[in-house]
């Protein structure tokens, strides 16, 4: 058994469960052996047999897995992470991301900015949700503000502490995380700044390729004008959308509803293969795999 499997996922919070979805999405990479660019076969093999794995566990596991908790930090594993700052009495700034992060996942509620970055986490998957209600809804346009979200736009969480940056860095930068009883929060979103030579289109269209999201298909979808307004997308262009943006099963098949389309009630094969990805909450890679495993078309841009 892979040993992501021998984790007690009850007692897991939601952003430690995000880390663990993002392992179990990379335990089989086509970038981790030289094998599998020789025997693509071997490839999906082991990823049938890990999501085979994955399928027992989840079942042995289904009521967390399918609950309130699994889907925050399904959201959660899509979005980019934070940066977080203490800002000194005396005005400095110190980045404390890193211990931040080892902190949440550590689970340490003992600490009071801890347990207060874990709430606002919470909070900025709520508002994520609230953006995917929107798309589910039939709001076409809405998906463009979803993927500018997760490809160009960044948050800072400023924390304003009583202490003097000297005093700070005199600690270890955990243990004075852990002695700050109180402190004032600031949340920063800001856009990119696009490198020289670059623009934000590059990031996003680079983000939206890497995703097999076609931009053929993708701007006109989110434009949402008279002619495209009764037009039907495809279920690749959907399919590659919803792994993207962190779709569950029963929000990718409202979409897909949307335009007239279904996978849950599909007789086809290969829709039953990416629904049930959905539904256990695997990766593009994944499905795709298991798709050519069994002979169809993969969910890359130009199979079909």
């Known amino acids: 058994m892979n040993p992501l499997f021998n984790v007690d996922i009850e007692n897991l919070n939601f ?11 990379s335990a089989v990479s086509l970038s981790n052996s030289a094998v599998y660019g020789e025997n693509p076969q071997r490839y999906y093999k082991d990823v049938s047999l890990f999501c085979n ?5 989840f079942e042995e596991n289904k009521d967390l897995m399918t609950g ?15 940066r977080y700052l203490l800002v000194s009495s005396d005005g400095i700034e110190i980045d404390v991301t890193a211990e931040m992060e080892q902190m949440q996942f550590q689970n340490m509620l003992s600490s009071t900015l801890v347990s207060k ?10 508002r994520y949700a609230q953006r995917i209600s929107s798309f589910t809804s039939g709001k076409r346009e809405a998906l463009h503000g979803i993927i500018n979200h997760l490809s160009l736009e960044t948050v800072t969480y400023r924390v304003a502490v009583l202490e003097k940056a000297d005093k700070l860095k005199d600690k270890d930068i955990q243990a004075a995380i852990r002695d700050i009883k109180r402190g004032k929060w600031q949340v920063t979103e800001r856009t990119l700044k696009p490198a020289e030579g670059k623009t934000l289109s590059d990031y ?8 097999h999201i076609n931009k053929n298909v993708f701007y006109p979808f989110v434009k949402n004008k008279g002619e495209n ?18 779709l ?8 897909l509803r949307n335009e007239g389309n279904t996978m849950q ?6 829709d039953h293969i990416v629904y049930q990805s959905f539904y256990y909450s695997f990766s593009r890679e994944y499905a795709s795999a298991l798709l050519k495993k069994d002979g169809y078309n993969g969910l890359e841009i130009g199979n079909g």
């Open 15 to 25: 952003i430690q469960l995000a880390y663990w979805i993002k392992q179990c999405r």
């Open 53 to 57: 794995e994955y399928k027992s566990f």
């Open 68 to 82: 309130k908790v699994f889907k925050q930090a399904l959201k959660l594993s899509v979005m980019p992470a934070p």
């Open 117 to 126: 970055s874990i709430d606002r986490e919470a909070d900025r998957v709520k």
């Open 204 to 211: 996003l269209l680079a983000d939206i390729r890497a995703n």
């Open 229 to 246: 307004r009764n037009r039907i997308y495809g279920k690749l262009f959907l399919y590659n959308v919803g792994f993207y943006i962190g």
């Open 248 to 255: 569950t099963a029963t929000e990718m098949e409202q979409v």
């Open 265 to 270: 009630l599909s007789l086809r094969p290969d």
